[in-house]
């Protein structure tokens, strides 16, 4: 059993494994299993993309990579929208920001992006209460969390490849 | 437009990015779909009145879906008729069992048109058979092609080929002009007095409303075309537009609060099938003796009572469990049951003067409505406003269907493992939401009657544990939104079923489980509508576009 995790270092599983998904490499007689644990502690991804894994097969090859990029597109309007929303002085349309948040959750959700949904809950807590300085540390976090996903997921896409590559050599 | 196969069924998926494209594609397609799956908050038009423009014009099972869980939201699903409310993300698991809403309400649609009609024993044995019939039909065809209508901010799926059985009518589309004949018909005929029944029971009020219901309709509509099913169906839910719009508008409610759990009701009415139906039918006259009093308060408040216990009954279920997926729907029984009462509410206005109390001491008569002149000459005096706020009547479909007949175990399980992981995320979070999702499936599990499951030592299993987890969970959907709330407490009542899916690391059972099913991929047509969330037309060519971008670092 090899673990691999996204710092690109394989090791075998010395520890206990928190698993955000997992893909098995069958060899003949040899099973490899790739533990995938995305992120230091806190799931990044739930067990929504493990879901979204067994959509893909042989007749929709590439399925995971096109609702993620899809996912991503429609991801960086929202977040666009949001930091109008936000850098306008005279925002007060909380209710507006509330929609393309829940837009924002649904989608995450659905994809199971866990951590960006997370603050995005939290986020809308705060619009909800009209909380300016809550919304903007808000929005500084769900920033960062998506940076982080979409990263991750670029480095398992990546992974991937080099997985299938090998393996078909 | 794309193929999902479901539990062996293949469904064609049509999906839209506006509510507006999807109304268009089922008014153009009347009968080309099955069922419509929309989102709660769209661009253009909320959820709530697309689902009530659909199950008005075209009479479809509608399905709500949302990230947002609270209850308040999902009861107003409920009472705009929708018949399932689902929480994103979704499940696979659930999407195999929409095809139970198709099948429920053709069977519903025939037992409605059986029943009002006229005799109750009789109404009885015809029931059983066309139901047994229609139920035959129906299963031989699902197992060929069933047409879902997917509506995600909106989808549709399409219809393949023409009516798969025998006893499907030809949709019919109540426009503007269409409807305001029916209501001027139904204002004119309502409010002739009428004996009282001596039947007894639940049917005296449908024996009361066929005579004076939907066959006169039809003769003072003069539609030549027009069936008295159609007209019949039709009633029934200007009847409950009509009573929601009087709630809205605050009428006093001599049945009490409506937050009442009301459970037992509801796991008694919760089957489906025609021998269940009768046997619950049974069980309201055994349990509703307060019906067969004469006196017109009893019988009032019973017409209240029951149209709160249907109330109630649906909104014990977000009491209980803030759904997940919400099958809150008027079990069968209510639906007999209430389409007589209901007769108390719809045809009076909705004005806040209206003292409902008042009719009681009036008119002696068992259904208010009927002879009652003073909401006679309101209507009549004012006959457009009713048809103004009618020409997209928001009707909280009469055809809500418990769900309860189908367990999901499975889900469950999964919402388990994936609880386990959300406790460790965020600190702030919706918890109802997940105590939704995880004590929703709990409900069904505890509450269904006939088990769909591919396992019944599962159902077991989480049965019980479902049961445990409903009351322990209880006090903190009733929280509302708690923002803070503690971990501990939440993981108190996490799942622990038997097969130990609490261990995330587990989680490799659960994805070879699906896999040993044999299911399916069913094609997440469903993971593309909140993508589309933009306020921008949705473009398929744009989808197209990204469709070919191989992601590729």
């Given at each position: 059993m090899y673990l691999e995790?996204?710092?690109?270092?394989?090791?075998?599983?010395?520890?206990?494994?928190?698993?955000?998904?997992?893909?098995?490499?069958?060899?003949?007689?040899?099973?490899?299993v790739y533990v995938y644990e995305l992120i230091d502690g806190e799931g990044v991804l739930d067990e929504q993309f493990l879901q979204l894994q067994q959509l893909q097969d042989e007749s929709s090859p590439n399925f995971v990579s096109e609702v993620v990029n899809i996912y991503f597109h429609e991801s960086e309007k929202l977040l666009r929208n949001l930091r109008g929303l936000l850098l306008d002085r005279d925002f007060s349309d909380y209710k507006k920001m509330g929609i393309h948040l829940i837009q924002f959750m649904g989608s995450s959700s659905s994809i199971g992006a866990n951590r960006v949904r997370n603050v995005c809950v939290a986020f809308r807590a705060a619009s909800e209460q009209n909380n300016r300085a809550g919304c903007l540390r808000a929005s500084e976090l769900l920033e960062h969390e998506y940076c982080y996903l979409k990263n991750k997921l670029h480095e398992l896409f990546q992974m991937e490849q080099q997985r299938v590559l090998a393996a078909g050599i | 437009m794309s193929h999902i196969s479901t539990s062996g069924m293949l469904c064609l998926v049509t999906t839209c990015g506006l509510a507006r494209d999807a109304l268009n594609l089922l008014r153009e397609r009347k009968g080309g779909y099955d069922i419509v799956i929309s989102d709660v908050y769209m661009p253009d038009m909320d959820g709530f009145k697309l689902l009530e423009q659909v199950g008005l014009e075209m009479d479809l099972p509608v399905i709500m879906m949302s990230v947002d869980g609270e209850t308040s939201r999902v009861m107003k699903g409920v009472q705009h008729g929708a018949c399932d409310y689902l929480l994103k993300p979704i499940r696979m698991k659930e999407l195999r069992n929409i095809w139970q809403h198709v099948f429920r309400k053709k069977i519903h649609?025939?037992?409605?048109?059986?029943?009002?009609?006229?005799?109750?024993?009789?109404?009885?044995?015809?029931?059983?058979?066309?139901?047994?019939?229609?139920?035959?039909v129906l299963c031989g065809e699902d197992l060929t092609s069933m047409k879902k209508r997917k509506d995600i901010d909106s989808k549709h799926n399409e219809k393949d080929t023409g009516d798969y059985t025998s006893t499907k009518k030809a949709r019919v589309v109540w426009s503007v002009d269409l409807h305001q004949k029916f209501v001027k018909a139904v204002n004119q005929i309502g409010f002739d007095t009428t004996s009282l029944s001596s039947f007894d029971g639940a049917m005296t009020g449908s024996v009361c409303l066929a005579e004076v219901g939907p066959k006169k309709i039809l003769d003072m509509m003069n539609v030549p075309w027009l069936?008295?099913?159609?007209?019949?169906?039709?009633?029934?839910k200007y009847r409950l537009y009509l009573s929601r719009l009087q709630k809205e508008n605050g009428f006093r409610n001599p049945a009490g609060g409506i937050k009442q759990s009301d459970s037992p009701l509801r796991d008694s009415a919760g089957s489906f099938g025609s021998r269940n139906s009768i046997n619950l039918q049974a069980s309201d006259v055994s349990n509703g003796s307060y019906r067969f009093s004469g006196s017109s308060l009893v019988v009032h408040n019973e017409d209240l009572r029951s149209h709160e216990s249907d109330r109630k009954r649906v909104v014990s279920t977000p009491v209980a469990q803030p759904k997940r997926t919400?099958?809150?729907?008027?079990?069968?029984?209510?639906?007999?049951?209430?389409?007589?009462?209901?007769?108390?509410?719809?045809?009076?206005?909705?004005?806040?003067?209206?003292?409902?109390?008042?009719?009681?001491?009036?008119?002696?008569?068992k259904y208010p409505w009927c002879g009652i002149p003073e909401i006679q000459r309101k209507i009549e005096h004012d006959p457009l406003h009713l048809n103004g706020g009618f020409s997209h009547p928001p009707l909280p479909g009469q055809k809500q269907h418990t769900r309860a007949g189908y367990p999901q175990p499975a889900p469950a399980i999964s919402c388990a493992v994936s609880l386990t992981e959300r406790e460790t995320g965020f600190p702030v979070k919706a918890k109802p939401s997940f105590n939704q999702?995880?004590?929703?499936?709990?409900?069904?599990?505890?509450v269904e009657l006939i088990s769909r499951s591919t396992s019944s030592t599962e159902n077991q299993g989480l049965n019980m544990n479902c049961i445990a987890e409903l009351e322990s969970s209880q006090r903190n959907i009733n929280l509302g939104m708690p923002l803070f709330t503690t971990l501990e407490e939440d993981l108190q009542v996490c799942w622990i079923p038997a097969d130990c899916y609490t261990n995330p690391g587990l989680q490799n059972v659960e994805v070879s489980e699906f896999f040993d099913r044999g299911l399916i991929k069913d094609e997440p047509v469903h993971l593309n509508d909140e993508l589309r969330f933009d306020y921008e037309f949705y473009d398929p060519t744009e989808y197209s576009l990204i469709d070919q971008t191989m992601f590729i670092a």
């Open positions: 995790d996204t710092q690109v270092t394989q090791r075998n599983i010395t520890y206990d494994v928190n698993p955000s998904f997992v893909l098995m490499d069958v060899d003949g007689l040899r099973v490899v | 649609e025939v037992r409605d048109i059986e029943i009002l009609e006229g005799v109750e024993s009789f109404q009885m044995t015809r029931n059983g058979s066309d139901l047994y019939e229609d139920g035959h069936t008295r099913e159609n007209v019949a169906s039709h009633l029934q919400l099958n809150v729907d008027v079990p069968n029984p209510c639906i007999l049951r209430s389409s007589p009462m209901e007769f108390g509410h719809p045809l009076a206005p909705p004005r806040s003067e209206l003292d409902f109390g008042a009719f009681d001491s009036t008119f002696p008569t999702r995880r004590t929703n499936m709990a409900n069904h599990q505890a």
